[in-house]
T-cell receptor
Framework: GESVGLHLPTLSVQEGDNSIINCAYS??????FIWYKQESGKGPQFIID?????DKRQGQRVTVLLNKTVKHLSLQIAATQPGDSAVYFC??????????????FGKGTHLIIQP | DAGVIQSPRHEVTEMGQEVTLRCKPI?????LFWYRQTMMRGLELLIY????????DSGMPEDRFSAKMPNASFSTLKIQPSEPRDSAVYFC???????????FGPGTRLTVL
């Protein structure tokens, strides 16, 4: 079946450096993508989202890039801080404008910030 | 806003017992989702409701699992009888009708011995 997956299970970066977390999706009908951050013992926390009619969206210290040609999206975190240490999930929702459908999640990437 | 509220936060039970997980969505949200998270399978959608009506329960693993949403502010996920392989963290999430961002609760960590 179609699924959303991540390339790397663990990413270690130096504090202050930029981080890039990647995600591949296989459902060509996907039109809405979300990045979540999950800290130990907590539920997933929304970071940023992007629709398929965009290829880039920026938030505070985070940027999401979408490449529909190769069905790939990435999350860039600028100037990583210790508080950025967490597992990051990409998720997709094939229903345009729909929080009315469930999300399909990737496996997650564990971001580790080295002091 | 209190966010999505789940109870209990932790549940330890013995195989064969009935387990009931509870969720209170964010006030004003019309859609509610139950997910399960395990190391092996990651985050999986179990079932979701729109306006208290179950829309898709294809993710519910077996007939031992059932979910209800008697009103807009409360939902339950029941496992009867529970088995050790049901051990996982169960999350509830909610969103506005037609909204996109799903907001997750803190989860219930279930351990079935």
């Amino acid at each position: 079946g179609e699924s959303v997956g991540l390339h790397l299970p663990t990413l270690s970066v130096q504090e202050g450096d930029n981080s890039i977390i990647n995600c591949a999706y296989s459902n060509s009908a996907s039109d809405y993508f979300i990045w979540y951050k999950q800290e130990s013992g907590k539920g997933p926390q929304f970071i940023i989202d992007i629709r398929s009619n965009m290829d880039k969206r920026q938030g505070q210290r985070v940027t999401v890039l979408l490449n529909k040609t190769v069905k790939h999206l990435s999350l860039q975190i600028a100037a990583t801080q210790p508080g950025d240490s967490a597992v990051y999930f990409c998720a997709e929702n094939g229903n345009s404008g729909g929080g009315a459908d469930g999300l399909t999640f990737g496996k997650g990437t564990h971001l580790i910030i080295q002091p | 806003d209190a966010g999505v509220i789940q109870s209990p936060r932790h549940e330890v039970t013995e195989m064969g017992q009935e387990v009931t997980l509870r969720c209170k969505p964010i006030s004003g949200h019309n859609s509610l989702f139950w997910y399960r998270q395990t190391m092996m399978r990651g985050l999986e959608l179990l079932i979701y409701f729109n306006n208290n009506v179950p829309i898709d329960d294809s993710g519910m693993p077996e007939d031992r699992f059932s979910a209800k949403m008697p009103n807009a502010s409360f939902s339950t996920l029941k496992i009867q009888p529970s088995e050790p392989r049901d051990s996982a963290v169960y999350f509830c999430a909610s969103t506005r009708s037609g909204g996109d961002t799903q907001y997750f609760g803190p989860g219930t960590r279930l351990t079935v011995l």
